[in-house]
């Protein structure tokens, strides 16, 4: 039986007798579309979830979704530690990675200015590594899709008068040291900048 393109599918049965080498296809011989959603696995950039061509298979995130994304995780002086108070907000994050199975976050950490450079840097990574930490330990799905940057001191939210007081500056700083976080496709067209 002729099967031109070799996915065991012989050509008098083969819907698609061209498929690639190493797509995996179904008893008609086409690719397998495990979602539904008409792009076919091997193309899909979200195969659990159903989205639509132009999005490369993956959904769109719901306003809900984007607005929770938005929300930052704050940290008090020269701590890593998640606060009880961020706790709802992280474990309604987990429920958006449920329902969006395919997708990467991105949790970018942040410090104030006080401290080197050095030491900021370390203790940004901290902070995103401590929000990650709490994800997994809450059961996300697929952990490695969480994926941590720390920024130090290097993108402050407030721009802080360093000539000031540390009392006058305190508030300014606390909007400083954060998590933030990014929701994307599985392309990882995060911005890592």
Do not use: W
């Amino acid at each position: 039986m002729p099967d031109s393109d070799g996915d065991g599918v012989p050509d008098k049965d083969d819907k698609c007798p061209d498929t690639p080498r190493g797509v995996q296809v179904g008893a008609d011989g086409c690719p397998v579309d495990s979602d539904g959603d008409g792009v076919p696995d091997n193309e899909d950039l979200c195969p659990n979830s159903p989205g639509t061509a132009e999005t490369k298979g993956c959904p769109e995130l719901d306003e809900r979704t984007k607005k929770l994304i938005e929300e930052k995780v704050r940290f008090e002086f020269d701590q890593a530690r998640v606060q009880d108070g961020y706790r709802q907000l992280l474990d309604s994050i987990v429920v958006a990675l449920e329902k969006y199975p395919d997708h990467v976050l991105l949790i970018k950490g942040h410090a104030d200015h006080i401290g080197s450079e050095e030491y900021n840097q370390a203790l940004s990574e901290q902070r995103a590594q401590a929000v990650k930490d709490y994800l997994i330990q809450r059961g996300v799905q697929n952990p490695d899709r969480l994926v941590i940057r720390g920024y130090g001191e290097t993108q402050p939210i407030v721009k802080v008068n360093t000539r000031l007081s540390k009392a006058r500056t305190a508030a300014a700083r606390a909007q400083n040291r954060r998590v933030g976080f990014e929701m994307n496709t599985p392309d990882m067209q995060l911005n890592l900048e």
